[in-house]
């Protein structure tokens, strides 16, 4: 039974119609963990789910834009959050990659797509409007990505979020362009051109003004108030009257609620706000995301499926290489230019608005819309794919060994194994009592910060054996192995102990589980990394609670003994039982603990 967009809306004689609702809410709820599961993103899960209820799929939805009207709102919300992160003091402070990197690739990317629509013998604002529609990357998907590959805080993630960000910047001044570029625009008189520039720049220092002098006055006299219900709705009111202003002013309403943003981003309150519209923000925007699913036409692309194909691989070959020729401009490595172009090579998000925009003022029909979204949703769904092809078949990075030494008949009385922020600390009462250290790390970049600092680390594995020798490992008093990864300093220890069964090893932990396989692997002491310093800061909030210094030793030796408890019943054999475990193992004694079924 199909669900009409009008019927979703009406009250029937037993209430409100709550039949369309569950339905796309359960669409959504069913697809979109399905679709991040599989490494396909949220935004493919929401479109899969409008595809498959909307009229060309199961047909319970016949009328998809009056759902894609009121989800724009979403769209509108979702630019008030961006403002909200843009505070000028950090617009300021990424200025070079913003407006010079980020400026530089849009720019040549729409004038390397606009050529495919030339080509294929399209009108000028068509070509630009799809080609531009396309160079807008997906910020879902990318952001995804990145956070995936651990990418976010390197440099080379934050160059591409400030791309990232200019894209969603230019969101604001395409559409007014498409109003502009729109069939009878060039025909209208000077007068009404200047009329409507100046309506617009009106609204706009209207909306400045009452931002900077009454929004901020306005929240801190209804924070006073203390009703949580009341700063959501003047959340709501804030965005949504911008979004209004804007829009009576002839510009678009994604642009005054990007200003709402950004004229908030320094008030006391912008963590709030973002909190409240949240929610809102969210949903409207799945819905939106929803009813361009369910406007998908599988007509029209059955019917031209080979222009789609066309477009799909002009537009990533192209934009690829747009990225790529840019980022070597910008003096990139090879390496991070092939990986940001392959990241970046799909449309995204703010396409369908674009597209949408434009079919209303008429620049595209409804045909030439479904043809460039389904372009749109072909890129978004092979990005996981270019990413695996991309990660399989480049070759892994080699590390520069400019100025690195790497291990050659070292002799100390201490070997560290891993310089990382725990082996640094850890050298230090070392270094202060005068001790011999000969320190090994696998990372030249950390070997190079080391040597700024004035600390001679060389080059090596420690879990070769080769290394270990020429580290030194057989003549030294103690080892300790503090490497970040894990499964090394289990590796490390154990050849350690196989090779080297007189020399104490102590060893860093990651976690409980971890500290198990290290004493199992024969390390005479370890220590979780963050076990004393939690330890640390629980001791001191007992402090700051009032609690008398005897008893905060107390509850604190308590906990130790208790972890300790639970730690040794985690130990196979029972051979550990009856000790100290202070630290979740025996204290060095001056004697290998015994192997693991020793009696």
């Known amino acids: 039974m199909a669900v009409d967009a009008a019927h979703a809306t009406e009250a029937v004689s037993h209430g409100f119609d709550l039949v369309p609702i569950v339905v796309m809410l359960g669409a959504a709820v069913a697809a979109v963990p399905l679709f991040k599961r599989l490494g396909l993103g949220s935004v493919l899960g929401y479109l899969a789910a409008g595809l498959a209820i909307g009229p060309f799929g199961l047909g319970l939805f016949t009328d998809p834009q009056a759902i894609i009207h009121v989800a724009e709102l979403g769209v509108v919300m979702f630019l008030f959050v961006i403002g909200l992160e843009m505070q000028p003091s950090r617009l300021w402070s990424m200025r070079g990659e913003i407006f010079g990197l980020g400026l530089a690739q849009v720019v040549a990317c729409i004038g390397l797509l606009t050529c495919v629509g030339l080509a294929l013998g399209y009108p000028t604002a068509e070509s630009f409007v799809a080609g531009t529609g396309f160079v807008l990357t997906s910020t879902a998907i990318v952001m995804q990505m990145l956070e995936e590959r651990r990418a976010m805080t390197l440099p080379k993630g934050r160059r591409i979020v400030a791309i990232l960000l200019l894209e969603d910047l230019a969101i604001v001044p395409l559409l007014a362009l498409v109003v502009f570029l729109a069939p009878g625009g060039e025909d209208a008189t000077l007068a009404d051109r200047l009329t409507s520039i100046a309506i617009g720049l009106a609204s706009i220092a209207a909306l400045v003004v009452a931002g900077r002098y009454l929004l901020d006055p306005m929240f801190r006299i209804l924070g006073k108030a203390r009703a949580r219900e009341v700063m959501t709705a003047a959340a709501l009111f804030v965005v949504l009257g911008a979004a209004l202003a804007m829009q009576l002013g002839g510009l678009s309403m994604a642009m005054g609620a990007f200003l709402a943003g950004v004229l ?74 092939i990986e940001r172009a392959v990241l970046m090579a799909q449309g995204g998000e703010f396409a369908f608005v674009l597209y949408a925009a434009a079919t209303v003022v008429g620049i595209i029909d409804a045909e030439a819309n479904a043809i460039l979204t389904a372009t749109i949703i072909v890129s978004m769904a092979l990005t ?62 950390m070997i190079r910060e080391a040597r700024d600092f004035g600390f001679k680390v060389y080059y090596g ?33 154990e050849l350690i102990k196989a090779e080297f069964p007189l020399v104490p090893v102590l060893a860093r932990a990651r976690d409980r589980e971890h500290a198990v396989e290290l004493v199992h692997a024969g390390v005479d002491w370890q220590i979780r990394e963050t076990f004393e310093s939690a330890l640390a800061l629980g001791e001191q909030a007992l402090k700051l609670m009032d609690v008398e210094d005897e008893e905060r030793a107390r509850v604190i030796e308590e906990i130790r003994r208790n972890d300790g408890a639970r730690f040794a019943e985690e130990l196979t054999g029972g051979i550990y039982a009856g000790r100290n475990f202070i630290h979740g193992n025996a204290p060095y004694t001056g004697k290998p603990i015994p192997p693991k079924g020793a009696s």
């Open 264 to 337: 908030l981003s320094e008030s006391s309150f912008r963590h709030q706000l973002e909190a409240d519209i949240e929610p809102f923000r969210g949903i409207l925007l799945g819905l939106f995301f929803l009813g361009v699913g369910m406007a998908l036409d599988l007509h029209v692309i059955v019917a031209n499926w080979h222009l789609i194909a066309l477009a799909v691989v002009s537009y990533m070959v192209l934009k690829m290489l747009g990225i790529y020729a840019i980022a070597r401009l910008f003096r990139v490595s090879n390496r991070e230019g």
């Open 384 to 445: 996981p794919i270019l990413i695996i092809l991309h990660d399989r078949l480049m070759p892994k990075a080699q590390p520069s060994m400019d100025g690195i030494d790497e291990v050659d008949s070292l002799s100390a009385s201490v070997l560290l194994v891993g310089f990382g922020r725990f082996g640094q600390i850890v050298s230090q009462p070392l270094l202060a009592h005068s001790c011999s250290i000969s320190i090994i790390e696998s990372d030249p970049d």
């Open 461 to 493: 594995d420690g879990t070769r054996l080769d290394i270990l020798h020429a580290a030194g490992a057989s003549e030294a008093q103690l080892i300790v192995v503090a490497a970040n990864d894990p499964e090394s300093v289990v590796k490390t220890v």
